[in-house]
């Protein structure tokens, strides 16, 4: 079925702090248990400690930022990740904003597209073991990363605007988004994928929606959660021109009526059970994969546990999707 996934709604200090989200993934057991990049406790190291704490669940990375890493390095850590939880592993590979880039390269990348096509390539062949023998611009690479059988790894890019898609829909096992509109999913991204993959001659990759959501509460109002969720989101140049592109206008000196604006215009759900579940049905019908359940804007204005009781709410009163192969 398509799978609903839970979105790690905080960064963590102590790896501890994921069990009880694997236990939950581990009970529903429709998806997988996503995380974004870490400054704190590193994704890929939690995710291993949660393995190695007895919680084995299907892993989401989304995304972990290339300027961190060698595409060597990168192809371990999905490995990695495999074996040490023994379930298929979606490694999600995004070039971060162009100052983060500058921050730690001393330079954006000179083709953001070229950058990620080279990477991407590179990680693939190294993970199903052939010699990678390159030099770009940003990297060079003449190894082979030794074989070793492992559960499935799925190779992810982070999308949001449709160049990007078609780049994922040539190279990547699956896309994922973040605070993307079920209508621009629809009318932009799913067709950027499938040019991209016809082109390619391949099947369209997967997609996935990381989903802000939060039912109605009557203390606080739905821009109010949507800015606790997507604050830095609304105010990065990359997102204010793909919510552009989806109709939704964001100006990063009014955070107030950007987030109302992200709340009007549905990237942000936020409503009645019935409501949302109309509102989830429509990214199943816009051609999404595997929905991931992201509920930060509950966790940062009411805390953890009222997290957690809000994931299993939704999990219990949200449909799945039709039926996908998780694994190309």
């Known amino acids: 079925m398509g799978g609903i996934s839970v979105f790690t709604p905080f960064v963590p200090r102590r790896p501890e702090q994921l069990v009880p989200l694997g236990e939950l993934v581990a009970q529903d057991g429709r998806g997988a248990l996503w995380q974004g990049q870490s400054t704190l406790v590193e994704t890929n190291q939690g995710f291993a400690f ?9 892993i ?13 390095y990168a192809a371990m850590e999905a490995r990695s990740l495999a074996l040490a939880t023994g379930s298929r592993v979606t490694f999600g590979l995004g070039p971060g904003g162009t100052s983060f880039q500058v921050a730690l390269r001393g330079a954006a990348y000179p083709s953001q597209l070229g950058a990620m096509r080279d990477y991407l390539v590179a990680v693939r062949q190294l993970l199903t073991g052939v010699p990678v023998q390159v030099e770009t611009a940003d ?4 190894a082979r990363l030794p074989s070793a059988p492992s559960a499935p790894i799925e190779l992810g890019f982070g999308v949001l605007r449709p160049r990007m898609a078609r780049l994922a829909g040539e190279v990547a096992d699956a896309a994922i988004t973040w605070l993307t509109p079920a209508r621009y999913l629809r009318e932009v991204v799913v067709p950027a994928l499938e040019e991209g993959a016809a082109a390619a001659g391949r099947p369209r990759p997967r997609l996935v929606t990381i989903l802000p959501i939060a039912r109605r509460r009557a203390r606080h109002e739905p821009y109010q959660l949507a800015m606790a969720s997507n604050f830095a989101h609304s105010r990065a140049p990359h997102y204010i021109d793909m919510l552009g592109k989806a109709g939704i206008a964001v100006d990063a000196a009014d955070p107030v009526a950007g987030a109302r604006a992200i709340v009007a215009g549905g990237a942000f759900l936020c409503g009645e059970p019935d409501e949302l579940a109309e509102m989830v049905q429509e990214y199943w019908d816009a051609g999404v994969d595997e929905i991931v359940l992201n509920v930060t804007g509950v966790y940062n204005v009411e805390g953890l546990e009222a997290a957690l009781e809000e994931l299993r709410v939704l999990l219990a009163m949200l449909p799945a999707g039709a039926d996908v192969a998780l694994v190309p």
Request: hydrophobic share 45%; aromatic share 8%; with cysteine.
């Open 139 to 142: 990297f060079a690479c003449a």
């Open 50 to 58: 949660l393995a190695g704490a007895g919680v084995r669940v299907p």
């Open 60 to 72: 989401g990375v989304g995304v972990t930022l290339t300027p961190l890493r060698h595409p060597y």
